[in-house]
């Protein structure tokens, strides 16, 4: 089984302010491929903020381009997302996303892609 854990970061801040935001991929995992966070505010749609490849490729949204930073630790299988200069526009919930290789049993692996649990983000203006 393989799962997503964020933590920390989500809350309520005021414009103009910073967030950082953590998620860690745990559990029978022989590999984590692409890396992203998805957003998604009352009444739209999910949308892709930022995603990291395992080579350390990055793609962001263009509404969060200069103020957010995705960033990786391979080594603990974590993703981060440094959110600042936070707009109203901004708030919404924000959920961890990973395609990763997973061991099914000794010698078997299966692509499978893993959400996290979601983190709620407000901006007040």
């Known amino acids: 089984q393989v799962q997503l854990v964020e933590s920390g970061g989500g809350g309520l801040v005021q414009a103009g302010e910073s967030l950082r935001l953590s998620c860690a991929a745990s559990?029978?995992?022989?590999?984590?491929?692409?890396m992203g966070w998805y957003r998604q505010a009352p009444g739209k749609q999910r949308e892709l903020v930022a995603s990291v490849t395992s080579g350390g490729s990055t793609n962001y949204a263009d509404s969060v381009k200069g103020r957010f930073t995705i960033s990786r630790d391979n080594a603990k299988n974590t993703v981060y997302l440094q959110m600042n200069s936070l707009k109203p526009e901004d708030s919404a919930v924000y959920y961890c996303?990973?395609?990763?290789?997973?061991?099914?049993?000794?010698?078997?692996?299966?692509?499978?892609?893993?959400w996290g649990q979601g983190t709620l983000v407000t901006v007040s203006s």
């Open positions: 996303n990973a395609v990763v290789v997973a061991i099914i049993r000794q010698s078997t692996y299966r692509p499978l892609e893993v």
């Open positions: 559990g029978s995992i022989y590999g984590v491929n692409t």
